[in-house]
T-cell receptor, first 113, second 115 residues
């Protein structure tokens, strides 16, 4: 079975641009979460979606938005990019929403110049 | 404020030796605690998950312990191998399902195993 997949693997943008990151969960998983991991730190929670509805939001500005599609895949959008948005963006899926083990994708490494 | 603190920040050990990583947390209400292994540039991979009633869980050469009274956990790596070189992240989940899957991540311990 395929694990969580994310695209693209790497991305370079300039300040002020917008970016869209994509995630496909493990087949059968209905919950997708997004995390930002700055180099040398643990992941920081951005969003969680379950059954296409937002179920949790971390302490990130409104420049960050996300959505989940009927097939449970998800997109993370970041507008007006800042240098500080450079990070590894991780997507994790779980069967349901709550205490289920999350399975992480390989991440998308974003560099903002 | 929910927090997870890990120590040490980094660790160098010789191949074949054992090591123990520590995790202290202040997360309420507590649901479960997980240890993840993260290779450089990759997503974290789950090693163990423990609920309030469990005080030890093993996964091969990895053994995690949990003391819910003192809010401490440890991850013990036995007979380390070069492939154990990675960051190990302690993650604690808050217990109210209605509040969403609120995970608090530690900063990780970077382990380097040398031959």
């Amino acid at each position: 079975d395929a694990g969580v997949t994310q695209s693209p693997t790497h991305l370079i943008k300039t300040r002020g641009q917008q970016v869209t990151l994509r995630c496909s969960p493990i087949s059968g998983h209905k919950s997708v979460s997004w995390y930002q991991q700055v180099l040398g730190q643990g992941p920081q929670f951005i969003f969680q979606y379950y059954e296409k509805e937002e179920r949790g939001r971390g302490n990130f500005p409104d420049r960050f938005s996300a959505r989940q599609f009927p097939n449970y895949s998800s997109e993370l959008n970041v507008n007006a990019l800042l240098l500080g948005d450079s990070a590894l963006y991780l997507c994790a899926s779980s069967l349901e929403w709550g205490r289920e083990t999350q399975y992480f994708g390989p991440g998308t490494r974003l560099l903002v110049l | 404020k929910n927090q997870v603190e890990q120590s040490p920040q980094s660790l160098i050990i010789l191949e074949g030796k054992n090591c123990t990583l520590q995790c202290n947390y202040t997360v309420s209400p507590f649901s479960n605690l997980r240890w993840y292994k993260q290779d450089t540039g990759r997503g974290p991979v789950s090693l163990t998950i423990m609920t309030f009633s469990e005080n030890t869980k093993s996964n091969g050469r990895y053994t995690a312990t949990l003391d819910a009274d003192t809010k401490q956990s440890s991850l013990h790596i036995t007979a380390s191998q070069l492939s154990d070189s990675a960051s190990y992240i302690c993650v604690v989940s808050a217990g109210i399902k209605a509040a969403g899957n609120k995970l608090t991540f530690g900063g990780g311990t970077r382990v380097l195993v040398k031959p």
